[in-house]
């Protein structure tokens, strides 16, 4: 099994910036990508980020396209979210997801299923005041 643990969240001011951790632990070999969803009040759970770190690339949401930035560490299995020029918009449950073994399909917009990460973190509130 593999925990993943995010932390960062809070309360930030619109255009403010905010930094998401995520760390994890237990049975990490075979880590394929990681990368963070999240959802809104009354929302469905969007895809913000993802690193791949097999072909060392990034994707992104195009609402979060410019704004935020994703990293991270595959020997330390950590990933991090720097968050710029928030917006009220952003307010919401942020999720980190990750795939450790198996198979998956790189093919098309694979990073925004759900299906293909099979770890989840438990969520961090970041909340952006207008």
């Known amino acids: 099994q593999v925990q993943l643990v995010e932390s960062g969240g809070g309360l930030v001011q619109d255009g403010g910036s905010l930094r998401l951790s995520c760390a994890a632990s237990g049975r990490t070999s075979n880590n394929l990508f990681m990368g963070w969803f999240r959802q809104a009040p009354g929302k469905e759970r969007e895809f913000v980020a993802v690193?791949?770190?097999?072909?060392?690339?990034?994707s992104y949401g195009d609402s979060v396209k410019g704004r935020f930035t994703i990293s991270g560490d595959n020997a330390k299995n950590t990933v991090y979210l720097e968050m710029d020029s928030l917006k009220p918009e952003d307010t919401a449950v942020y999720y980190c997801?990750?795939?450790?073994?198996?198979?998956?399909?790189?093919?098309?917009?694979?990073?925004?299923?759900?299906?293909?990460?099979?770890?989840w973190g438990q969520g961090t509130q970041v909340t952006v005041s207008s």
């Open positions: 690193i791949n770190w097999h072909v060392a690339s990034t």
């Open positions: 997801a990750a795939r450790f073994g198996g198979t998956v399909w790189f093919g098309g917009s694979w990073f925004m299923f759900e299906s293909n990460y099979n770890y």
